[in-house]
């Protein structure tokens, strides 16, 4: 899921850039799904980062996964009416319906729901990893499939080559996102970004460097150095940090082979002393993840998942293990240039695509 270790140019966070369903929680609740459409939570961490099946210490009570038990809920101002979509930058085709569109150099998938040419939707952003492609990413969050009938557009870029590049593509993808958003009347409280590996690294370096445009944002896998190639996401010290609150779900596998969870510790624990947030609370774990719940005083919060799950794929010679999706129907190489499978060997206990779009659901900008 990455380049080799060939020195991508990075971005600074603070600087400005131009189906079946698997592993549901007990207790989420998927929506309704059918045969053939682009066809969607739980997950909590162990405060020590050492044990995805320890609990925390804050909280000796596991609370109900609020945010993934109903996929309906917290819609908040997505479904008002909206005037007709406009012509905005690349976005030309104002019709419904999935579509590849070509925007200064790159392509992105674009899925828009037949409801958000009358009604007012939200926006997802869902970032592949090195190697990968929309398609792929697409294969194992099925965002394209889950999300617009929640009233969600969903944007999923393709980077050349399947390999980003912080400095010349960060901003092609801001550009894209701002077009869609202008296009088609998106709700500016539910525009969200996610992505794993690579794509988790540019969703970081775009909740530091665009915090205002996010009402929530949920990377995976992406945190510090990585092994094999060099990445730059964002440290929340200093000036390499948000320019102020939003809601952050993320996921790490403490046996990642690319990225350490050591990494991930200290990401965690630098975003609970930027945001001086409370000590956690425990919001579930089953003793293959934890999920804990980190809140400021205005109420904002940072869920961090960490889990045990592993794949067998190997990358550049190097098992990737933990760095995989869970609950993720990818077990076979399928799509054109598909290096390997991204999905989490079965059973798990959840699905990030279910995981993440409930998330946000839950957590639009206030």
Same mark, same amino acid.
């Given at each position: 899921?990455?380049?080799?270790?060939?020195?991508?140019?990075?971005?600074?966070?603070?600087?400005?850039?131009?189906?079946?369903?698997?592993?549901?929680?007990?207790?989420?609740?998927?929506?309704?799904?059918?045969?053939?459409?682009?066809?969607?939570?739980?997950?909590?961490?162990?405060?020590?980062?050492?044990?995805?099946?320890?609990?925390?210490?804050?909280?000796?009570?596991?609370?109900?996964?609020?945010?993934?038990?109903?996929?309906?809920? +917290?819609?908040?101002?997505?479904?008002? @009416? /909206?005037?007709?979509?406009? *012509?905005? =930058? &690349?976005?030309?085709?104002? #019709?419904?319906?999935?579509?590849?569109?070509?925007?200064?150099?790159?392509?992105?998938?674009?899925?828009?729901?037949?409801?958000?040419?009358?009604?007012?939707?939200?926006?997802?952003?869902?970032?592949?990893?090195?190697?990968?492609?929309?398609?792929?990413?697409?294969?194992?969050?099925?965002?394209?499939?889950?999300?617009?009938?929640?009233?969600?557009?969903?944007?999923?870029?393709?980077?050349?080559?399947?390999?980003?590049?912080?400095?010349?593509?960060?901003?092609?993808?801001?550009?894209?996102?701002?077009?869609?958003?202008?296009?088609?009347?998106?709700?500016?409280?539910?525009?969200?970004?996610?992505?794993?590996?690579?794509?988790?690294?540019?969703?970081?370096?775009?909740?530091?460097?665009?915090?205002?445009?996010?009402?929530?944002? +949920?990377?995976?896998?992406?945190?510090? @150095? /990585?092994?094999?190639?060099? *990445?730059? =996401? &964002?440290?929340?010290?200093? #000036?390499?940090?948000?320019?102020?609150?939003?809601?952050?779900?993320?996921?790490?596998?403490?046996?990642?082979?690319?990225?350490?969870?050591?990494?991930?510790?200290?990401?965690?624990?630098?975003?609970?002393?930027?945001?001086?947030?409370?000590?956690?609370?425990?919001?579930?774990?089953?003793?293959?993840?934890?999920?804990?719940?980190?809140?400021?005083?205005?109420?904002?919060?940072?869920?961090?998942?960490?889990?045990?799950?592993?794949?067998?794929?190997?990358?550049?010679?190097?098992?990737?293990?933990?760095?995989?999706?869970?609950?993720?129907?990818?077990?076979?190489?399928?799509?054109?240039?598909?290096?390997?499978?991204?999905?989490?060997?079965?059973?798990?206990?959840?699905?990030?695509?279910?995981?993440?779009?409930?998330?946000?659901? +839950?957590?639009?900008?206030?």
């Amino acid at each position: 899921m990455f380049a080799p270790l060939v020195g991508l140019a990075p971005l600074a966070c603070g600087a400005s850039a131009p189906a079946a369903t698997v592993g549901v929680h007990p207790g989420a609740d998927a929506g309704s799904t059918s045969a053939g459409s682009r066809d969607a939570s739980m997950a909590g961490n162990d405060p020590s980062g050492t044990d995805a099946g320890d609990g925390a210490a804050a909280s000796e009570d596991v609370e109900a996964p609020a945010d993934a038990a109903n996929l309906n809920a +917290a819609e908040g101002t997505l479904w008002s @009416p /909206a005037p007709p979509p406009v *012509e905005a =930058g &690349c976005v030309t085709d104002l #019709t419904a319906g999935h579509r590849v569109v070509s925007c200064q150099g790159i392509t992105h998938n674009l899925t828009v729901p037949a409801s958000c040419l009358t009604q007012t939707c939200g926006l997802i952003v869902d970032v592949h990893g090195g190697t990968m492609s929309a398609d792929m990413e697409d294969k194992n969050t099925q965002l394209a499939e889950i999300a617009p009938a929640k009233g969600f557009i969903v944007v999923q870029p393709n980077a050349n080559n399947g390999l980003w590049d912080a400095t010349t593509d960060d901003p092609l993808v801001y550009a894209f996102i701002e077009n869609v958003r202008d296009a088609f009347h998106v709700d500016a409280h539910h525009i969200h970004m996610t992505g794993i590996s690579q794509g988790g690294y540019m969703s970081w370096r775009f909740a530091c460097a665009h915090t205002d445009l996010f009402g929530s944002v +949920a990377p995976a896998a992406a945190a510090g @150095p /990585a092994n094999i190639s060099i *990445e730059t =996401g &964002c440290t929340f010290t200093g #000036t390499d940090a948000p320019t102020g609150e939003l809601d952050i779900l993320y996921m790490h596998g403490t046996q990642d082979g690319l990225v350490n969870f050591p990494n991930a510790i200290t990401l965690r624990d630098a975003v609970i002393a930027f945001y001086k947030m409370d000590a956690g609370t425990l919001v579930t774990s089953d003793g293959t993840f934890t999920r804990t719940r980190y809140k400021t005083a205005s109420g904002r919060v940072f869920e961090f998942i960490q889990h045990n799950y592993i794949t067998a794929s190997m990358f550049a010679g190097v098992a990737i293990k933990g760095h995989c999706f869970p609950g993720s129907p990818d077990q076979s190489v399928t799509l054109p240039n598909q290096l390997m499978s991204f999905g989490c060997d079965p059973p798990d206990s959840f699905t990030w695509g279910q995981e993440v779009l409930a998330f946000f659901l +839950a957590h639009p900008k206030p």
